[in-house]
């Protein structure tokens, strides 16, 4: 049984990291493919990647609040519904309620990052394979045995990448693109305050790379250093305040 796992962003990245132990530590006749390549920049999907798809049996996405902001994560969805025997595709909710998904997601059955999801899912993965499935009360013993590794990956990632509160996200981009509209501007921005923008496609609307600047700064901790570079630009000296006013609360969330 081949298994493609699918992740975008750093978040998702190290639970798809320790997802591929676990699924290997659980069902040794499993074989796991994990690109460590980010999708974002769209490079994923060349020739290694079409033979990858070619021969696998199963797919799961790492789904997380970041990832679904990307619309590489919904391209990738498509082409593993597509390419994948059977359809057999899982999307794995880390930090994102089912109600919360795109539409392209509602086609597959869905498991929460919890224990008794991720034991469905191995059972159902052990299902598919047939003649090779182990005998659940083994599988059992296994799951049990190496859960906690992968419960201990969740947690400190839900922990570290916190998500930033909703009323703040909903300031932010009522407030920045309304005085940054130009793409090439939120891109220098970006760079200055050292956040990776081949995360972020500059591909669309002002409005929604903001949405992703706000997500990707949030992931690796730049939002108050973003915001910082923009208080102190005197070509946007009228905007200080509203500019430090943000960085403010950005500070009291990093820091509660």
Same mark, same amino acid.
């Given at each position: 049984?081949?298994?493609?796992?699918?992740?975008?962003?750093?978040?998702?990245?190290?639970?798809?990291?320790?997802?591929?132990?676990?699924?290997?530590?659980? /069902?040794?006749?499993? +074989?796991?493919?994990?690109?460590?390549?980010? +999708?974002?920049?769209?490079?994923?999907?060349?020739?290694? !990647? *079409?033979?990858?798809?070619?021969?696998?049996?199963?797919?799961?996405?790492?789904?997380?609040?970041?990832?679904?902001? =990307?619309?590489?994560?919904?391209?990738?969805?498509?082409?593993?519904?597509?390419?994948?025997?059977?359809?057999?595709?899982?999307?794995?909710?880390?930090?994102? $309620?089912?109600?919360?998904?795109?539409?392209?997601? =509602?086609?597959?059955?869905?498991? %929460?990052?919890?224990?008794?999801?991720?034991?469905?899912?191995?059972?159902?993965?052990?299902?598919?394979?047939? #003649?090779?499935?182990?005998?659940?009360? $083994?599988?059992?013993?296994?799951?049990? /045995?190496?859960?906690?590794?992968?419960?201990?990956?969740?947690?400190?990632?839900?922990?570290?990448?916190?998500?930033? &509160?909703?009323? !703040?996200?909903?300031?932010? %981009? @009522?407030?920045? &693109?309304?005085?940054?509209?130009?793409? $090439? #501007?939120? @891109?220098?921005?970006?760079?200055?305050?050292?956040?990776? +923008?081949?995360?972020? /496609?500059?591909?669309?609307? *002002?409005?929604?790379?903001?949405?992703?600047? +706000?997500?990707?700064?949030?992931?690796?901790?730049?939002?108050?250093?973003?915001? /910082?570079?923009?208080?102190? #630009? $005197?070509?946007? *000296?009228?905007?200080?305040?509203?500019?430090?006013?943000?960085? #403010?609360?950005?500070? *009291?969330?990093?820091? &509660?």
């Amino acid at each position: 049984m081949k298994i493609f796992l699918s992740w975008s962003g750093e978040k998702a990245k190290h639970v798809a990291t320790a997802m591929k132990v676990f699924l290997q530590d659980v /069902n040794h006749r499993t +074989i796991v493919w994990f690109s460590p390549s980010d +999708i974002y920049a769209g490079e994923r999907w060349g020739l290694q !990647l *079409a033979t990858e798809l070619e021969s696998t049996d199963y797919g799961i996405i790492c789904v997380t609040q970041e990832s679904i902001q =990307s619309p590489w994560v919904l391209f990738e969805a498509g082409a593993l519904a597509k390419s994948v025997k059977g359809g057999r595709v899982c999307p794995y909710l880390i930090d994102v $309620r089912v109600s919360q998904l795109p539409g392209p997601f =509602s086609q597959f059955q869905t498991k %929460l990052a919890t224990k008794s999801d991720t034991w469905e899912l191995l059972q159902a993965i052990n299902f598919a394979m047939a #003649d090779e499935a182990l005998p659940e009360e $083994r599988l059992s013993r296994y799951f049990d /045995n190496f859960w906690p590794d992968l419960e201990l990956v969740l947690s400190r990632v839900n922990r570290e990448f916190q998500e930033l &509160p909703q009323d !703040l996200r909903t300031e932010l %981009l @009522e407030t920045l &693109p309304q005085i940054f509209y130009i793409v $090439r #501007d939120i @891109e220098w921005k970006a760079v200055e305050a050292g956040i990776p +923008i081949w995360e972020i /496609n500059l591909n669309q609307a *002002a409005v929604h790379v903001w949405r992703e600047v +706000i997500q990707v700064a949030t992931t690796y901790k730049k939002l108050e250093e973003l915001l /910082n570079q923009m208080a102190n #630009d $005197r070509a946007y *000296a009228a905007y200080k305040d509203r500019f430090t006013t943000l960085r #403010d609360k950005v500070r *009291a969330w990093y820091q &509660p």
